[in-house]
């Protein structure tokens, strides 16, 4: 079994920061592709940034400049970093991770999702 688990989400101020984790566990051979995608009321669920297990990235146009994502291959941990936050990245943000349980296989997990509310 697989579990991807974040934490880091809140209430923050328009101006402010927020730093989002998430860790996977479980019976793991190796990880590919992790990411974050959020998800607003009545909206779809849309990619916020990636990063493959080499370190290349990739952002959402919205976010270019603000946010910064990363991670730990050691702690099997991605990072977003949300700075200048806005009203507009209110959503519940998840995480997301391409796993490989064995030499074999690859699936794709999801996290239960962090909410994230900036308002002043």
């Known amino acids: 079994q697989v579990q991807l688990v974040e934490s880091g989400g809140g209430l923050v101020q328009p101006g402010g920061s927020l730093r989002l984790s998430c860790t996977a566990s479980?019976?793991?051979?190796?990880?590919?592709?992790m990411g974050w995608y959020l998800q607003a009321p009545g909206k779809q669920r849309d990619l916020v940034a990636s990063?493959?297990?080499?370190?290349?990235?990739n952002y959402a146009d919205s976010v270019k400049g603000r946010f910064t994502i990363s991670r730990d291959n050691a702690k099997n941990t991605v990072y977003l970093q949300m700075n200048t936050l806005k009203p507009d990245d209110s959503a519940v943000y998840y995480c997301?991770?391409?796993?490989?349980?064995?030499?074999?296989?690859?699936?794709?997990?999801w996290g239960q999702g962090t909410q994230v509310t900036v308002s002043s």
């Open positions: 997301n991770a391409n796993i490989s349980r064995t030499k074999w296989n690859l699936n794709t997990y």
């Open positions: 479980g019976s793991i051979f190796g990880i590919g592709r």
């Open positions: 990063i493959t297990s080499g370190g290349s990235t």
